[in-house]
């Protein structure tokens, strides 16, 4: 095999450069990290082989871990004599998985040492300094109970309920897979650098949470009245010495819950949560409740009130009919929910026009993307959906030639209207308008042959589809120079099917026309392909040509051509955009107005300001600057204000600016370990 050179596509298939992805330098934290997920992978695996060799002593030892604990327990005594009879089963049993766990950690029942302590004593002298000191910590680990307080791509930031502290936890366990922001947990933290790892966990609902601390604490107190531990001893060593306890006091409680009854409360608690600014729209949220409950799972009936909530907190809604906004909600939780239902039948369930429906459809949609975020790779599929919309209506209303006085003389006119717009526009519209209509359903495909063939049949209906070639560039190419050419393709088809009057009329507000569409997306694509072939003067071309027609800047292209200006040394240009667009304070702008004036004045005051100030914008961009955190092989589909999605969507499209910066990056490392 030839050697892979830096700038060449990664042979692992990711699509970046060979020098960005498994070619890329790990930092020395990335590189400690790497050892000790082996060494620890290594020690447990000694761990878990040593109790498979001495399944038929593990009863025994349970029993003498548990003493006399057991007793107001039948249950665990009749699990403990079946695993006597077949102790090849005891891995398979989730209760008991959490107390083998004390057995390894807490309970010296090898030679007066702890199983973990046995093997860590014999592999020593092989460990390096750093491994030794995190496994010196996994011998004061203990069991505790968490709250889960927030997931991301990679860890989960859980807080312990009785010491009142605060831990990351990143693990490799797949049973984590199944936490959720707000889950309580009893489990055992392991160190794992400056973060933690779980092993097994026992979770319970919250309901049972005072119920769990009071009867723990009830068990503390008795320890002590018995001498087990004195009375000066605090929670941290009832926790190391009795974790054992505090799970089988968790799976005791949960157990006595019914989950349907818990899951009802839990429902209730989130529907009285939510505050409505009007008694209308509270009789919204009744009306939604009062027509999915019998037919919807709760979990789905709570998207649907949170989207209502959504809704009115975003267009604070005229009401004049609530049926119309409870139908339209229905609606739309069955289509994100997979249910066949029509907006026929749904209108006929609440006695409101299915024009109604339709006319609220565009609003609430972009909505809903915020909370059902679909498993595809179906990024432009939440917004695409309004723009049909969109599309079907602009299309009806040029070929009758309507004007409108005003806005709501519009918005009457559509829901009047709606099913006469979408009838005529499916008999009298052209090919081009039928093409069109099929590329919207190939946007929404799941399957990329549909997608493909879709895209294929749209072009010989109308071979001026810009929208046609921008999904064969996406999803029909082997290579990077063939998406720029069909993306090549897709520009010059939509200049031409739109002609040259289109681009003086809408100049200024391009975007606002929904047919340029299509033809922007195409300039988008095509920019991003130059980019990764290093093709930056005419990417940069593109970028201040979309910008002129669209200053309104609907597709994000301000931010790249930001990056164009700064990593072409156009420093003037970068600041006019920076000055243009201001009141925008993403990380984006507020890490590259830094790079701006590092560039322009070298490390003084004003950049030891704006240095600050990025940081307070978003501070998970720094982590993965110092080599605290790989950057993700994709960048994030979604992200928010200041939050590890955004940090994760800068380093992304930013890592090379950086690179080539890097007198920048090395005073900016050294500059934000202080200021963190």
Known sequence: MSKVGRNDLCPCGSGKKYKKCCGKTQSLANFKAAILEEKMDYMLGLVFEDLSKNLRRLPMALLSMLEGDFAERPELMEKIQ??????????????????????????????????????????????RSFVIDNFTRWKDSFVSIYKVLQIDETSFLLKDIILDQEITIQTTNLYAEEIKVGNFLATRVLAKGEYYDILGYTSFPACTLDQIISKLTVIKERKVEEGAISRGEDWLDFLKRYGYLVLLTTIELANQVDFEDFEEMHFEMFRDSLEWEGEKQRLVARLI?????????????????????????????RITKPETLAASVEYLISIAMGREKTQIEVAAKYGVSPSSISSRYGDMVDILAELVVPEEEEGMRPRLLAEESLFEISTFIRRNEHSFSDTLDVDEFIEDNYELITAENSVLGSDKFKAQKLLYDAWNQSNIKKKIDLAKEALKLY??????????AEYDTQDIEESIELYRKGIEVGKLDLGEEIFLEFKN?????????????????????????????????????????????????RYVMVNLY?????????RSILEKYAEDTCAE?????????????????????????????????????????????????YYGSGDENEAIFYVYNNYRLWEENFEFAEWFIRGASKVR
């Open 289 to 317: 409740e009062d027509n999915l409950i019998d037919e919807f799972p709760l979990e789905q009936l709570a998207i649907a009130l949170k989207l209502w909530h959504l809704y009115c907190e975003k267009m604070n809604p």
């Open 463 to 472: 071979p001026y589809s810009a929208d046609a070639f921008n999904i064969l």
């Open 509 to 557: 507000n391009f975007w606002g026309f929904v047919e340029t569409r299509p033809y922007m997306r195409a300039k988008q694509g095509l920019i991003e392909s130059l980019i990764l072939i290093e093709a930056l003067e005419e990417a940069t071309e593109h970028c201040e040509d979309m910008l002129t027609l669209n200053p309104n800047d609907n597709q994000g292209m």
């Open 566 to 574: 700064l990593r072409t040394n156009q420093l003037e240009k970068a």
């Open 82 to 127: 079946h695993i006597s009879n077949n102790p090849e089963e005891v891995f398979e049993d989730v209760e008991l998985m959490p107390l083998i766990e004390c057995l390894i950690f807490d309970f010296p029942w090898a030679e007066g040492k702890t199983i973990f302590e046995k093997h860590l004593a014999r592999e020593q002298r092989g460990l």
């Open 589 to 637: 702008f507020c890490y590259n107005r830094l790079i701006l004036e590092y560039k322009l004045s070298g490390p003084g005051k004003k950049a030891q300001k704006l240095m600050q100030e990025a940081i307070r914008c978003n501070p998970y961009v720094v982590g993965y600057f110092i080599g605290e955190k790989d950057i993700p092989s994709e960048s994030p589909m």
